[in-house]
């Protein structure tokens, strides 16, 4: 399917090069002389080496053809995840390295997306929101009125986030999957 190239954006599979291609990152520019263009940073998926290319707006680009699947994470080993289709119940494993850091944020039972390209997995997708417990957090500070101040906390699988102050040890809450931040508390 082509598309053009301002819409490629963080996450993006697109197929150029002879190559699949993940996008970093991407930058809309529009200099005051000349033509708009795409600043975007690729990944190679098969090599996994870097590119940064330059598109004009005008351009077009093949995004590749990914078939979405619903899987559910269940548990990993040292080197792989297992996760199970939520039609038929059938496992598939994948690496660690596919996850990436995110593997941290995966807990049992979590519904997730794994996009295939011709039935090879390419990339996880977790929800935009995820639900943890704190661990560990400091105490408040009498007199910290500052409506902006966060405070440290640890919650599962030791990963550490700033939190308002109203937040106390084993409250539950909601933080985004892709800034690692907090959104808000759990009900």
């Keep these: 399917m082509k598309i053009s190239a301002i819409e490629i954006k963080p996450g993006t599979i697109i197929e150029y090069k002879n190559d699949l291609w993940l996008c970093l990152k991407a930058q809309h520019v ?3 002389k000349g033509g708009a263009f795409n600043q975007v940073e690729l990944k190679s ?20 053809s990914l078939d979405e699947r619903n899987y559910q994470y269940l548990y990993s080993d040292d080197q792989n995840l297992y996760f199970m289709d939520q039609k038929d119940y059938e496992q598939i494993t994948i690496t660690k390295d596919l996850v990436g850091d995110d593997e941290k944020l995966l807990t049992e039972n979590l519904d997730v997306v794994i996009e295939f390209y011709e039935d090879k ?8 929101h995820l639900e943890f417990e704190i661990l ?10 500052a409506s902006s101040s ?8 030791g990963i550490k986030i700033q939190v308002p102050p109203f937040i106390n040890q084993g409250d539950r809450i909601l933080i985004d999957s892709v800034t ?3 959104t808000k508390k759990a009900n």
């Design 136 to 145: 560990e957090t400091d105490a408040v500070v009498k007199g910290q009125t």
């Design 121 to 128: 997995p390419l990339k996880v997708t977790l929800p935009k």
């Design 30 to 32: 529009k200099p005051g």
């Design 45 to 64: 998926i098969t090599k996994s080496t870097k590119l940064n290319e330059r598109f004009r707006s005008d351009e077009t680009i093949e995004k590749a």
């Design 180 to 182: 690692r931040e907090y």
């Design 150 to 157: 966060y405070k440290p906390a640890t919650i599962q699988n």
